[in-house]
């Protein structure tokens, strides 16, 4: 029997809380996107929010599309 | 104050080393050091949350090769992490038990869903992203730029004043 250690041993999650790393990964994701293609550094906080917002959005209206196929398809 | 100069040209086979080993130092080298900065450290965060969140075996060149080729897109972090799993698996060697799995269930290191789809994707994407800045150097290269992009009325006098002359 050895002690948790932080970066050897996993951590334990649950299905909903798997999900909820979604959002740091899109934020991660947005941060490297515009701070390369942006002009102005000043504007990146802006820009990466508009970004994050759009993925999310897009994730939860392709989740639902899929969910209601899984539901009603015939 | 906008420092883009084409006159002394970067050398893309360097930016694009660089690139490749350090996350965000390709961007450094062609004189967008911020830019190279947040690149590093969210790259650097993302990978090692990925790793903090499944363990040493994030990182599996044996059962999952190709999310293994994404995170060794890390450049350093992929190195360091790769060396971390050869390391624990030579321990692995010498905890008794019948099979490898038997073993890793043993030392509590098994990295099993959801965790293992959290963890791994963590660390991929941090790889496709340095891929993703990877290219962006290299292409800033090619082009000889350096430094940071002029803003739009500096540009807008030097083509005025490139017209006059």
Not at chain 1, 3 to 22: D, K, Q, R, V
Not at chain 2, 11 to 33: D, I, K, N, Q, S
Not at chain 2, 109 to 126: E, F, H, K, M, S
Not at chain 2, 137 to 154: F, H, K, N, T, Y
Request: glycine share 8%; hydrophobic share 50%.
């Amino acid at each position: 029997m050895t002690a948790w250690t932080l970066f050897y041993n996993p951590i334990t999650l649950s299905f909903y809380g798997e999900l909820w790393l979604l959002l740091p990964l899109c934020a991660a994701v947005g941060v490297v996107y515009k701070t390369i293609r942006i002009h102005h550094l000043r504007r990146l906080p802006r820009e990466v929010l508009f970004l994050v917002l759009y993925m999310v959005a897009g994730l939860v209206l392709l989740s639902v599309g899929l969910w209601l196929v899984q539901e009603y398809w015939p | 104050m906008a420092k883009q100069s084409k006159k002394s040209s970067p050398l893309p086979f360097l930016a694009l080393l660089l690139a490749c080993a350090v996350p965000g130092a390709g961007h450094v080298y062609l004189g967008r050091v911020q830019r190279g900065i947040i690149i590093f450290l969210t790259i650097s965060a993302l990978f090692w949350s990925g790793v903090a969140i499944g363990g040493v075996f994030t990182m599996d060149p044996v059962q999952e090769r190709w999310w293994f080729v994404a995170e060794m897109l890390t450049g350093v972090h992929g190195l360091i992490g790769w060396h971390r799993q050869k390391a624990a698996r030579e321990h692995l060697e010498s905890v008794e038990g019948d099979s490898p799995d038997e073993k890793m269930e043993k030392e509590k290191i098994a990295l099993v869903t959801p965790a293992d789809t959290a963890a791994r994707g963590y660390a991929g994407v941090a790889g496709l992203l340095n891929l993703l800045c990877t290219f962006d150097a290299l292409m800033l290269s090619i082009m000889g730029v350096r430094g940071e992009p002029a803003p739009e009325d500096e540009k807008r006098k030097q083509k005025a004043e490139a017209a006059r002359s």
